[in-house]
């Protein structure tokens, strides 16, 4: 039984990163410059995180809290406040130790740790933890003891009379990528490559191989392999994934920023190959001479022309539309008991970085939208500077392992290790020693790989740094310019509206000024009117213009006696005079006064045929069929019309 985390535990963090004294929100929050206050936060260079809680009074080993553990598809990178004056507000930072050693946040949670992060403990099921740094490049050794493994059996509790647990504790050591999970052994899928304690078998993708002799509590297991040189980017290529980049937010939880990445997905090509191993019912029918069986003694090796490269290919032919999985050349694996070389274990490693994203898949990302002022997680289709093969630690039912790094090994390998397995001397016998001075040394000690992956990181952060000044500089432009715009825009706006307003002032003086020629057109349209609604007497169309003036000069002169000045008219009258006041505003006729607009009419479409249809359509109410006969009463109805226009004008 576990013990509860207890308050008065002791923190073991660098001494200029104290633990937070008042409880962090646990939930992950955003913390973008531009809302919180980050000046008043600590600029820390190591990471406040874990808080290490022993598992017993006595025990070396602890269990880790106030820590972002690496899961649900999600993994976590220390995160501190970026130096004064920098476009980005966070940047990677180290945790303690700063050395090689298990991440703090890429292993399971049921692994147990010691303090310096070199000794490890297993509970029941098999549960995995990676180091801290990848091998991306180059040939690199190390070593693990097994402090409690084999097959040995422990006891229940730490009392002599306790009785022994059913099961013996075992060790699966290898190399995995960052796809392989942490809650299964090192083998169980084609992103790890290990071997088993109690048999010395070499595994992958489920499957055991023969391989070596075994080995148990008390033997070193030496650990080496062996990379290509990285392949940079195609310049011409903007979706080769060798590209570095990397799509991560930072985050706060519990006290300390970490920055949030999504985990890199396994492929379907991959799970293909797993699956493929287990589709002797259930695959499509084939002949029996090709057909594969899932046994141990018929499944193919992989790693050469006919081996697992041909259970590629099967697959792939079963699946055609499944991608090719690339592999890394000269690419090896081989390990040491105690000393002896067991042999080249697995050769030809699959590719670490992620399998090109088809064109359809990036198009359907680039339509995704993204909710106005929130951040969210983008699918990385490309490397972002951590992949590689990381040591990979598999303890079951009480385990124990001590790794080292180096630079001082138990049983150090032979400066050129390639040589030595190219030529075939697997013998199982020790090494010799081999003077450095005369066989120059081909390996590295991972102990040297920390330091050296921090300084890619930070390279990294001032990348991202400068692109994001440059992306700065562009907005700014951006903003400066539609800044111009607009206010070219409220310029030509203000120019434009004293040139309106003289354009209405023209057009009110030309109606003004033009009374009579208003009413003229005023009455040509009224009496075309009423014509067609009362019967007339027919009357020529070309009558002068003199005449026309004449007729309503003896008609003005007879009305005189039936209204005098300031006499107001019926209700009804002012409500016909007004829709024929309108009428003759919107007319285009070419003895209308006034200016005219680009439409060429004076201020709409002037459509006379429509005007003069819908009149036809809407004839005068009954009672007033007599004015539209009486040309004083008409000519009444034009001298009002143009009191009226006058009193709005004025």
């Avoid at 080249?344 to 990302?365: C, G, I, N």
């Avoid at 434009?496 to 209405?504: C, E, H, L, V």
């Amino acid at each position: 039984m576990q013990p509860q985390p207890r308050e008065d535990s002791p923190a073991t963090t660098a001494a200029e990163s104290p633990a937070p004294s008042d409880p962090a929100p646990t939930e992950n929050v955003v913390l973008p410059a531009y809302i919180y206050d980050l000046s008043a936060r600590p600029r820390l260079t190591i990471s406040r995180a874990p808080t290490f809680l022993p598992i017993s009074d006595d025990s070396p080993y602890h269990q880790t809290d106030q820590l972002a553990h690496n899961r649900l598809g999600f993994r976590y990178v220390p995160a501190g406040l970026a130096p004064d004056g920098s476009t980005l507000p966070f940047r990677t930072i180290e945790s303690a130790p700063q050395t090689y050693r298990v991440s703090w946040e890429d292993r399971s949670p049921f692994v147990k740790v010691t303090q310096d992060g070199l000794g490890l403990l297993g509970e029941k099921g098999f549960r995995s933890a990676r180091c801290n740094a990848p091998i991306r490049e180059g040939c690199w050794y190390m070593e693990v003891k097994i402090e409690h493994g084999g097959g040995a059996r422990a006891r229940v509790a730490d009392a002599p009379g306790a009785p022994q647990r059913r099961e013996g504790a075992h060790v699966r050591l290898g190399w995995g990528r960052r796809e392989a999970p942490l809650g299964g052994p090192c083998g169980l899928d084609g992103y790890s490559y290990g071997i088993r304690d109690k048999t010395g078998e070499k595994i992958t993708l489920s499957r055991p191989r023969p391989y070596g002799g075994p080995f148990g509590t008390g033997d070193v297991v030496g650990m080496y392999i062996s990379l290509p040189p990285l392949r940079p980017g195609v310049k011409r290529d903007p979706h080769d994934p060798a590209h570095v980049k990397r799509e991560r937010i930072a985050i706060e939880f519990k006290g300390q920023e970490y920055f949030e990445s999504l985990e890199y997905t396994q492929s379907k090509e991959m799970v293909a190959l797993v699956d493929f191993s287990r589709k002797s019912a259930d695959c499509a029918p084939v002949p029996p001479s090709t057909k594969k069986s899932a046994t141990l003694k018929n499944v193919p090796e992989r790693g050469t022309g006919a081996g697992g490269r041909g259970a590629a290919s099967g697959s792939s032919e079963l699946t055609p539309s499944l991608r090719q999985l690339p592999t890394l050349p000269s690419s090896k694996i081989a390990f040491f008991i105690n000393g002896q070389c067991q042999g080249v274990a697995f050769r030809e490693l699959y590719d670490f970085r992620p399998l090109r994203t088809p064109a359809d898949a990036r198009k359907a990302q680039a339509k995704r939208r993204t909710r106005e002022g929130a951040r969210e997680h983008k699918e990385n289709h490309f490397d972002d500077g951590s992949l590689g093969y990381f040591p990979f630690i598999s303890l079951f039912n009480g385990a124990r392992v001590h790794l080292n790094p180096g630079p001082d090994f138990a049983f150090p390998p032979p400066p050129d290790v390639d040589a030595m397995l190219l030529a075939g001397e697997e013998a199982a016998s020790p090494l010799q020693q081999v003077d450095d001075a005369a066989v120059p040394r081909i390996w590295r000690p991972l102990c040297e790989r920390y330091a050296e992956f921090m300084e890619e990181q930070w390279e990294l952060d001032q990348v991202e740094e400068e692109q994001a000044r440059v992306e700065a500089v562009q907005r700014a432009a951006t903003a400066h310019a539609e800044a111009d715009r607009k206010l070219e825009r409220e310029r030509k706006r203000a120019q434009a509206n004293p040139k309106k307003r003289t354009k209405q002032e023209e057009a009110a003086a030309g109606n003004g000024a033009g009374p009579v020629a208003s009413a003229a057109s005023a009455s040509g349209g009224i009496t075309a009117h009423a014509a067609s609604c009362t019967p007339q007497p027919e009357r020529e169309e070309s009558i002068s213009f003199m005449e026309d003036v004449s007729v309503e000069t003896s008609a003005h002169a007879s009305m005189r006696s039936l209204i005098g000045p300031g006499t107001a008219l019926p209700s009804y009258m002012l409500n016909d005079l007004h829709v024929q006041v309108e009428t003759d505003q919107t007319s285009t006729a070419p003895s209308t006064p006034g200016p005219q607009s680009a439409y060429g009419s004076e201020y709409g479409d002037g459509e006379i045929e429509e005007q003069e249809q819908e009149q036809e359509e809407d004839p005068p109410p009954d009672d007033m069929s007599d004015i539209y006969g009486d040309p004083a009463k008409l000519l009444q109805y034009r001298r009002a019309n143009a009191i009226r226009m006058e009193e709005e004008e004025d």
